[in-house]
């Protein structure tokens, strides 16, 4: 039992707090930048290799892409049904031989990216989905490579729905990285259940609760204004050209 | 300088195999303004997109300036479709990048470099008359802004040919007439040749110097606009001139008269009139302006039928207009 009306209480806590802050932050952030690499063009393939899209025929051969279509939507399946805690488990002999050790912060990103990837991949391939198929045949038209309609069309112009979809990922990455701290991995998670439950302190939780709602906020509130930035559909009014010419 | 030789497509749809092209040739010349003109379903679509190959035949030849396009490698129909510039019904351009943007876009998918992509963006879109709005992105432009957009990605990198797929069909009169003015001018300054495609056949009377109409994957009439028009039986030209059906009530010969070039301004009523005694009554007339030159067709209906109507249709046909008996009065009648 925790003494509120110790002198420290409130300094240790926001200690412990911020500490465990930052680990989330570190593991989130971290977790996010695999999450992207990886599940950016994961996603793309899963949407570009189905049959009449735009890699269809990948070195020319369409049952190159039909394999590759099938294989990933098997492993993205798989990864999105395994229960996290599960997951996090069975990767213990993954994470060791990447990390070295399956304890700790860092040894959590390897879980957390692993749930994560799958995830974002699927918004990815709806984002994509979405993209008018003019466009693809506009880049067509003009000679791109698959490369080339990837990087200056596919992506630049799902970059509003690929922003949201990203800020659910790390909602989602945030929400897994507290399972991760009752296993030993640390972050708020690891706080609020180490203080708050094993040792009944409200305080802890309600604080946690707090930080951690602060964050999502924070992210989803910045995905969507970068969002609405990007789209460039909504004309500002300055620049709207008057509905009736000026007389010459 | 286009030439489609024994195209065939099929497709395989939920309600069984659709045939959108049927043993379809078609060869466009040189700075020639070529229009397809049909109904929605008649594979005009699929007709356009096999020049650059956006979709192969399964049989057939294409060929563009000279080169096999069906025999090239990826890489080298890459480079073919710089050659070949593309607009669309849709404008299909980049919401996130400008009007400059989207031009630059083609300038980057042909490896231009950073100064000149920017040089050669403002040149064209000075052609298309749009360089006060090169940095407004498609959402703040008006249709045939749009379509001027489309219309400079398309030229970028030079082409010699440009494919217009139905490039006026989302636009307002007015704005159709001027991109259509723009498409003439560009291939006047720059030597293009257009195939374009259309269902709408004041399209191919405004700029097109040759026509071909395509009816369920199959080419039922093609040829140049001056000649279509004199060819007696043409659809192209019935098309062309608008002339209402028949009254159900006509008791004399009803003939259709077409004029084009010098005899356009012929008094051939009061030539009736006075050297046979007749008098006909117009039943309709259009005059348009095809392939630049004023042309028109009336109906006209002379009383009666027999050797003193028939005398009068060869001596007008002696004058070198085309004259198409529509319609007879029966032996009972007269």
């Known amino acids: 039992m925790i003494d509120y009306s110790a002198p420290d209480f409130w300094p240790i806590l926001i200690q412990n707090v911020l500490q465990g802050l930052v680990q989330t932050l570190y593991m989130t952030g971290v977790a996010l930048l695999v999450t992207i690499v990886i599940g950016l063009p994961l996603g793309i393939l899963l949407v570009g290799t189905e049959r009449r899209s735009f890699l269809e025929r990948i070195g020319g051969s369409r049952g190159l892409s039909a394999t590759i279509n099938r294989i990933l939507n098997f492993v993205v399946n798989l990864g999105r049904s395994v229960p996290f805690i599960i997951l996090m488990i069975a990767l213990i002999p993954f994470t060791r031989l990447v990390i070295g050790t399956f304890i700790g912060t860092t040894a959590a990103i390897v879980p957390l990216s692993v749930v994560a990837i799958p995830f974002f991949a699927r918004m990815v391939e709806i984002a994509v989905r979405e993209i008018d198929p003019g466009l693809i045949e506009a880049a067509d038209s003009l000679g791109a490579t698959r490369w080339q309609l990837v990087s200056k069309v596919l992506v630049p112009e799902t970059a509003g729905a690929l922003l949201l979809g990203l800020s659910t990922t790390v909602t989602s990455i945030i929400n897994f990285s507290a399972m991760v701290g009752v296993v030993g991995g640390g972050g708020l998670g690891q706080v609020a259940y180490s203080y708050g439950y094993q040792r009944y302190s409200t305080a802890y939780i309600v604080v946690v609760i707090i930080v951690i709602f602060v964050i999502v906020m924070v992210v989803q509130i910045l995905a969507g204004w970068a969002a609405r930035r990007l789209a460039h559909r909504i004309p500002s009014t300055k620049s709207r050209t008057p509905l009736v010419a000026p007389p010459t | ?334």
């Open chain 2, 1 to 334: 300088m286009i030439s489609l030789q024994h195209l065939h497509k099929t497709f395989s749809g939920a309600s069984g195999a659709v045939r959108a092209l049927d043993d379809v040739s078609i060869e466009v010349a040189e700075r020639q303004i070529f229009g397809v003109v049909g109904q929605s379903g008649a594979g005009k679509s699929t007709l356009i997109r096999t020049v650059n190959l956006l979709e192969r035949p399964d049989s057939g030849t294409v060929a563009v300036d000279g080169r096999d396009l069906l025999g090239l490698d990826a890489q080298g129909l890459r480079a073919a479709r710089h050659d070949i510039g593309m607009v669309f019904q849709q404008f299909n351009l980049l919401q996130g990048r400008t009007a400059r943007g989207n031009v630059e876009l083609a300038l980057e998918i042909a490896g231009v470099d950073r100064v000149e992509r920017r040089r050669r963006a403002g040149e064209i879109l000075d052609l298309v008359g749009l360089s006060s709005r090169a940095d407004s992105y498609p959402a703040q432009l008006s249709g045939g802004q749009k379509q001027r957009v489309g219309i400079a990605r398309a030229l970028a990198s030079n082409p010699k040919v440009l494919l217009s797929d139905e490039a006026t069909s989302a636009l307002d009169p007015e704005t159709m007439r001027s991109i259509l003015e723009l498409i003439r001018t560009i291939r006047d300054e720059l030597g293009l040749t257009v195939l374009l495609i259309t269902h709408e056949m004041d399209v191919i009377k405004r700029i097109c110097d040759s026509a071909a109409l395509l009816e369920s994957g199959r080419i039922v009439e093609q040829g140049r606009l001056a000649d279509v028009i004199t060819t007696p039986g043409s659809r192209l030209a019935a098309d062309l001139f608008p002339l209402h059906d028949l009254p159900p009530d006509v008791s004399g010969t009803v003939v259709d008269i077409t004029f084009s070039g010098g005899s356009a301004d012929r008094p051939v009523i009061a030539q009736l009139a006075r050297t046979h005694g007749f008098d006909v009554s117009i039943l309709g007339a259009a005059i348009e302006t095809i392939a630049g030159k004023q042309a028109g067709r009336t109906r006209l209906e002379i009383p009666g039928s027999g050797t003193a109507v028939d005398a009068a249709i060869a001596d007008l046909r002696s004058q070198d207009l085309l004259v198409e008996v529509i319609h007879t009065p029966s032996r009972a009648a007269s």
